[in-house]
């Protein structure tokens, strides 16, 4: 009583809202939080928001899916169907499938919550992809976010699990047909393949436990695995804050962008609306994934052009790739007795074991080559890092191709061409590819920085002809503004950097290797235009007179 | 060819030595000036923003009422078709399409042109301090050497046996997951039961095929006789025993040693589950006497004895041996001479116990 009469008067909020502030901050102390992050500066850009793509998807994943628990029934036990999709009468099948269709017919809303479900599945892996492609080629895994990096493989491996454990859900003959495949893949592992098959189905394929197992691990196991893999990827980009693109005023010092309240709060929140409407538009007007049409599960039959969902293609497509005999020479052989299914087991572990372990490996390999340890906060422009830029592409190349190859049926038919030759093509291509991409890329992104250096010595083009006094044509140049300029300009270009001594005085043949990718990874390069350059390029100029011109009018404005 | 690393198409720059912090850089020349909206200097393009957003919560609004108007309205009873689930579906979408839409454009509008769009720049802080950092890492130290774990390598290595062997009794338990596989994928329903042969049957109606049924470029999707009448596990016994049987003109067959009475009159069966990794082989190529799998595009020579001849299956699929009862039914005479389906690791085992 007495303290409130002294002099001080104590802080007393004028508005409602800010009493009702003071109210939940007095009984829980958040003010020191809201002071933190109440306007925590966040840069903007069109390509942050995949993750925030990623982000919404999941939320409207758990809403969507929890609906879809309310009824469905994962039992592999037999039932005959009873429902009103009438095609199916009394057709034998598991109670799954069987609540399946009741989820897509029978219950009010049910159709649109499983399509909701799949296409933002769907959204979800590719918004992880793309995001991630986004955050490779601005080097944003660089120190220190490599381990975020390493969090969002991690989350995108989980999200095809998700995905393939939730696609098989429903017991239909597609899916049943994945599952098939997996227990091909899963009994060509040396030893204990057929071990596993066995205690993953219960027993023998298909057996009458798959989707009861599938059911616990999506719902519960997977999806408690991506909100704490979430809750550790959001926690870091609040330790490092966010990453910006170059520009004037930006460095690795500082973050520019909005403040996260009002404005970075409001364009985020209402962006999740955005991401949810898009959700609900492509389910009410696209049929994703129509069970009913392919029938329950059954070994026998299997339609043509049967398609994973498309996360996993690259899987499918690597095992379509493989040939299981070349001239005599059979994939399959018998070591002491035993089956080894080459044809099977190298295209399903090979290929996506090598691009997770890049993916990981991969800011520790460029760190390990550059001797870069600095901390990094600004992006690089794809172009200015021709070498990265062009594995990443390589990478994805790879990838798309073996994708493609998923689809080899699809693309023979309408396209009208042999599928043999689709394949044939595409197996040249899982080789070729990667290398032509690799170098079409790094002379792009080369390309493109010369035309900025040009940009930026010479300026932009205005399209204005002159003709000179002399009969001579010139285009007239006209300088960038400071600002535009210097994000032509103020980037690094690292050169090569030779093998260096221990500290015993000797040359590693380690350091050799690394001396020798730094070669490599540099030795293509085109500097940034310097201010001594800018001097000689307005000094010898020949169309000096009108750059000069140029340039009292862009003053004066 | 040009010397790349000098940066300029036409050699005149002087370069190479950037990165090496000795040469003279641009100043950055800070955040460019701020640019005002229209709404910020023209209050009537503001209360223009203020309607349009007002608008688009208005559209929001519509949207949840289509929702639950045509949630209501439209009920899925004894007599709806597909057309109206089709229908529901479509306004239901839309419904929420617009809610979320109406409220997302809205408050993304009100953002961009209302609130304040002043770009801010803010120090970084260090993500810990340098006397932090040495702190935290004598600290992990100490602790280290507090336990005495380096001093001790008899506590510290039966410690990482006991943690190493821990986990087995979970490893147990996950062996209890499924039965041990043993010879079950040796076998399938083809086998003779108490001497009588199994016939071969329709997929899926069960009814018994005569020889005389099968004529020349004709296919049959078959499943053992008495499966469909299996009480339990019949998948898994279809999942083995499905088969393919077709006939060909009997030249046109290369049959090798030991398989002579495997076909009856150009009739062959051979196992549909795919050798690559399990897909039913289902389209039957007549004209060039192919089986291909849908799944991979495994390809199969029906003249070869089922050879491959293209994709990724690298074996040819398991003959069943035919011939035909005393009723012109055709039957099975034992069951495969080879385990069917994808290869696994006791494969070649199997094929040895079924043929010893």
Redesign the interface.
């Given at each position: 009583m007495s303290a409130s009469s002294t002099a001080e008067v104590p802080f007393v909020p004028e508005t409602k809202v800010g009493r009702i502030t003071d109210f939940v901050d007095e009984r829980v102390g958040g003010s020191g939080i809201l002071r933190e992050f109440g306007r925590?500066?966040f840069p903007d850009h069109w390509s942050f928001m995949f993750g925030e793509v990623a982000l919404y998807s999941f939320v409207i994943l758990l809403m969507s899916g929890t609906f879809l628990t309310f009824f469905f029934d994962p039992s592999m036990a037999e039932t005959h169907y009873a429902g009103?999709?009438t095609p199916l009468t009394n057709v034998e099948m598991s109670v799954a499938y069987n609540s399946s269709l009741n989820i897509?017919?029978?219950?009010?809303?049910g159709?649109?919550f499983r399509?909701?479900h799949h296409w933002a599945a769907l959204l979800f892996v590719a918004s992880l992809g793309v995001h991630m492609l986004r955050v490779f080629f601005t080097g944003a895994f660089r120190k220190?976010r490599e381990m975020n990096w390493v969090v969002g493989g991690v989350l995108l491996i989980l999200a095809m699990a998700e995905g393939f454990t939730g696609y098989s859900l429903p017991d239909d003959l597609l899916s049943g047909?994945g599952l098939?495949?997996i227990?091909?893949?899963i009994?060509?592992?040396?030893?204990?393949?057929?071990?596993i098959?066995?205690?993953?189905?219960?027993?023998?394929?298909?057996?009458t436990?798959i989707i009861g197992r599938l059911y616990v691990l999506h719902i519960l196991l997977v999806p408690a695995m991506i909100l704490l893999m979430i809750v550790i990827h959001l926690f870091m980009v609040v330790?490092?804050?966010h990453t910006q693109y170059p520009g004037?005023?930006?460095?690795?010092?500082?973050?520019?962008?909005?403040?996260l309240g009002?404005?970075y709060a409001?364009?985020a929140?209402?962006?999740?609306?955005?991401?949810?409407?898009?959700v609900?538009?492509m389910?009410?007007?696209f049929t994703i994934n129509p069970i009913w049409n392919y029938g329950p599960?059954?070994?026998?039959?299997?339609?043509?052009?049967?398609q994973p969902d498309w996360y996993i293609g690259f899987v499918?497509g690597a095992?379509?790739?493989?040939?299981?005999?070349v001239n005599d020479f059979?994939?399959?052989y018998?070591i002491f007795?035993?089956?080894l299914?080459l044809?099977?087991l190298l295209?399903a572990l090979v290929p996506a074991g090598i691009i997770f372990t890049v993916l990981f490996m991969y800011p520790w390999i460029e760190r390990w080559i550059t001797k870069d340890n600095r901390e990094h906060?600004v992006l690089d422009r794809p172009r200015n890092a021709p070498t990265r830029t062009a594995i990443g592409v390589a990478g994805f190349t790879w990838y798309c191709v073996m994708w493609a190859a998923a689809g080899?049926?699809l693309i023979a038919t309408h396209f009208h061409v042999a599928?043999?030759d689709v394949?044939y093509w595409l197996r040249t291509l899982f080789f070729i590819g990667p290398i032509l991409a690799f170098m079409v890329t790094k002379r792009v992104a080369?390309a493109l920085?010369?035309k900025d250096?040009e940009i930026a010595l010479h300026g932009r083009e205005t399209g204005r002809i002159v003709r000179l006094p002399h009969g001579e044509f010139i285009e007239v140049h006209a300088p960038l503004d400071?600002?535009k300029?210097?994000k032509l300009?103020?980037f690094?270009?690292?050169?090569p950097l030779p093998a260096e001594p221990n500290e015993h005085g000797v040359v590693t043949p380690k350091e050799k290797r690394r001396a020798a990718l730094s070669k490599w990874f540099f030795?293509?390069?085109?500097?940034?235009?310097?201010?001594?350059?800018l001097e000689a390029a307005h000094g010898h100029g020949h169309h000096e007179a009108i750059e000069s011109g140029e340039e009292h009018k862009s003053l004066s404005h | 060819m040009g010397n790349h690393s000098d940066g300029s198409p036409n050699h005149s720059g002087t370069v190479a030595t950037a990165g090496q912090n000795v040469v003279e850089k641009f100043q950055d020349p800070g955040l460019p000036p701020h640019r005002l909206r229209l709404a910020d200097t023209d209050p009537r393009a503001a209360k223009r923003a203020e309607r349009q957003v007002a608008i688009l919560f208005g559209i929001s609004v519509i949207g949840t009422v289509i929702f639950l108007v045509s949630y209501f309205a439209i009920d899925l009873g004894q007599d709806s078709t597909i057309a109206t689930i089709r229908t529901q579906n479509l306004l239901l979408g839309l419904g929420t399409a617009f809610a979320m839409l109406g409220i997302g454009t809205g408050i993304v509008h009100w953002a961009k042109a209302l609130m304040p769009d002043h770009e801010v720049s803010e120090e970084r802080h260090a993500i810990r301090t340098e006397e932090d950092r040495q702190a935290a890492v004598r600290i992990v130290e100490d602790i280290v050497e507090e336990t005495g774990i380096k001093r001790r390598p008899l506590i510290r290595n039966t410690l990482l046996g006991a943690v190493a062997l821990a986990p087995l009794p979970a490893l147990a338990v996950f062996g209890d997951l499924g039965p041990r596989p043993d010879n079950t994928l040796a076998h399938t329903m083809w086998a003779p039961q108490d001497g009588k042969l199994k016939r071969l049957t329709r997929d899926p109606d069960g009814t018994p095929i005569k020889a005389s049924d099968v004529t020349i470029g004709s296919a049959f999707h078959v499943i053992p006789e008495g499966l469909n009448e299996l009480q339990e596990g019949k998948l898994n016994a279809k999942a083995k025993a499905v088969v393919l049987l077709m006939r060909l003109n009997p030249d046109d067959l290369t049959i090798s040693k030991g398989r002579e009475t495997w076909s009856y009159n150009g009739i062959v069966a051979y196992s549909k589950i795919c050798t690559h990794v399990g897909c039913p082989v289902a389209l039957y190529e007549q004209q060039t006497h192919h089986l291909l799998c849908p799944c991979h595009q495994s390809t199969f020579d029906l003249t070869k004895e089922c050879k491959v001849i293209f994709g990724p299956a690298s074996r040819p699929l398991p003959q069943l041996p035919i011939a035909v009862d005393a009723e012109g039914y055709l039957v099975a005479t034992s069951d495969f001479k080879e385990p069917v389906g994808p290869s696994y690791w006791e494969r070649d085992e199997h094929e040895r116990l079924i043929n010893s």
């Open positions: 925590k500066v009103s999709y897509s017919f029978d219950i009010r809303g159709l649109f399509q909701v220190p047909n098939r495949i227990d091909g893949v009994k060509s592992i040396p030893v204990i393949g057929t071990y098959s066995f205690f993953l189905f219960g027993g023998e394929f298909p057996g436990a330790v490092h804050k004037p005023g930006r460095n690795d010092g500082n973050v520019v962008g909005y403040p009002p404005v409001a364009k929140g209402g962006f999740f609306f955005i991401v949810f409407g898009v609900a538009l389910a009410a007007m599960y059954d070994p026998s039959p299997v339609s043509a052009g049967t499918d095992l379509r790739l493989m040939p299981g005999v059979h994939f399959e018998i007795g035993h089956v299914t044809n099977v295209p906060h080899s049926d599928l043999n394949t080369l920085q010369r250096r400071d600002y300029h210097y300009v103020g690094e270009s690292p050169s030795e293509d390069r085109v500097a940034p235009a310097t201010p001594a350059e | -």
